[in-house]
């Protein structure tokens, strides 16, 4: 029997996650998310899709994240009319996660058609709108972990809990033919074990073939008590504080915002850090908190949500005049808006208005693929390009690694080790390239499937069998190998651009910035 896996997403990047399997007339379809990163990247997810949608059997869900949920509603307007397999903690988180996902859509793209009208060029549409995320709503089936679920004839799958955020599964699907069986076994994002908020990653031993996220596949991070994971958070806000201006926090609206407000409020109550007023400027950061303290307990969960109420410190900004209002505000204040990596959201009104002025902090909390906003801050660019607006980086840019919901390369490594014996291969996923790397040469030194071991790459297909992998004939992929994890032209546009206005700015004379522009108009004939 002949199974053949192909990588359509999260394959050389962090971002998209969507894999295929075929198995004779059976299509089943592993996540279906949005691209973020570089403007090259993210034009993927305007293309068709590189299979049939009308085609596809069944989707099966490893999580709620956009990366790996982000483009179900397209799949629906394509014509897929199937079942989307799915925890009951990612069924609700995708009830608001997909809705702002269009609204956000639609809110970015009526901006841009205005910037293009001005500028000559023609409209786009958004991928899919709230309405068509609503609709999408209907086709999810909810599966309880552990148990087996006939997704397909002759293809069933379990979900085992993750730990990485609510109702994350890693899914292990099994496929018989003519009383021959193989199994394989999708990692999803996994989270670092030792959480208050989950349990640890699962999942079972001695399967066919293994594809493991790489998120933080070279980076090893030391153990940390709550208590120094406060002390962290405390020093960072006091800091902000003697800086003199307001502290944003771009955060994941799904449980990592949720564990910094628990955080905050506690030092803040217990005299640990300045007091302040907390803005939560996310609509869908509120409607995630409630779905948290619903589900308090379910899917892995251990009750630790129950601090998650409105103190007097918390301000819900749910509208947009509210979140204008914030504006307004003087002296010493905290802002949580979505999104964590700066690429889409209110965030973005925020950093508008706020990086230039040195008196501001900015906190990155989690990780920042390559070419978004927030990757950019993270690694030290003076000036960004924000809506059309050339913006100068003036703000403290902090970083702190403590509220990750990913494992580290330790920790991926002991996962995967516990999943063995692997009779056939192990592909790396969902990391960008040095990742990648760095989890392969860990996997290779302790002999997981030595020899076996596949770094996936954009639009690769492979066939399996019990004990062996091939790679399956080339198809043109929609990038070039070495584009999904870089900076594009974009980007170094952007770059460009801010320096050339810098070297204006600095030019001694009229005359220098004259002989300047001209010698650049010779280049460009």
Known sequence: MSVRLHFFGAAGCVTGSCMLIEAGEQRVLIDCGLFQGSKTLKELNYGPFPFDAKALDAVLLTHAHIDHSG????????????????????RD?????????????????????????????????????????????????????DEWVE????????????????????????????????????????????????????????????VIESTYGDTERAPISETDRKAKLAAEVMAAHVAGGPLLIPAFAVER???LIIDLIDLMESNQAPPAPIFLDSPLAVQASEIFL???GE????????????????????????????????????????????????????????????EATVMLTGFQAVGTLGRLLQDGKRAVRIQGDDIKVAARIRSIDVYS?????????????????????????????????????????????EGRIVRAQLDQSYDLSVGSVAAAPAKPARLAQDVPGKLDWHNARSEFLARLHAKLDAAPTNAAREALLEALSKELG
């Not at 509603?73 to 925890?87: E, R, S, V, Y």
């Not at 990692?187 to 640890?200: K, Y």
């Not at 580290?408 to 990648?436: C, K, M, Y």
Request: include cysteine; charged fraction near 25%.
């Open 294 to 296: 619903r589900h308090d």
């Open 257 to 259: 915002t949720q564990e």
């Open 151 to 210: 997704v397909a004839s002759g293809v069933r799958a379990r979900w085992w809990n993750a730990g990485h955020i609510l109702g994350s599964a890693s899914i292990e699907v099994e496929v018989s033919e003519d009383g021959e069986t193989q199994t394989l076994l999708f990692s999803g994002d996994l989270g670092p074990g030792g959480r208050r908020f989950a349990e640890d990653p699962q999942g079972p031993s001695g399967v066919d073939h293994l």
């Open 71 to 90: 483009q179900l509603p397209k799949l629906m307007l394509a014509g897929f009319a199937g079942k989307i397999f799915a925890t009951r903690g990612t």
């Open 93 to 145: 988180l995708c009830s608001v996660m997909l809705p702002d996902a269009g609204a956000i859509q639609e809110m970015e793209v009526e901006n841009l058609n205005a910037r293009n009208l001005r500028h000559g060029k023609p409209p786009v549409a958004p991928i899919y709108t709230r309405r068509d995320a609503h609709e999408a709503m209907r086709l999810f089936e909810p599966v309880v972990l």
């Open 405 to 449: 919901g990913h494992a580290d390369a330790n920790a991926l490594q002991r996962w995967a080790e516990a999943r063995g014996p692997v009779r056939g291969g192990v592909f790396i996923t969902h990391g960008e390239p040095e990742s990648s790397e760095g989890l392969e040469r860990r996997l290779r030194s302790a002999r997981i499937a």
């Open 299 to 358: 899917d892995g969960g251990n009750g630790a949500f129950a601090r998650l109420r409105e103190s007097h410190w918390l301000r819900f900004t749910e509208q947009p005049d509210e979140s204008r209002a914030i504006e307004r505000m003087h002296g010493w204040h905290v802002i949580i808006a979505a999104s964590g990596m700066c690429d889409a959201g209110r965030v973005r009104h925020h950093l508008k208005r706020l990086l230039w002025r040195p």
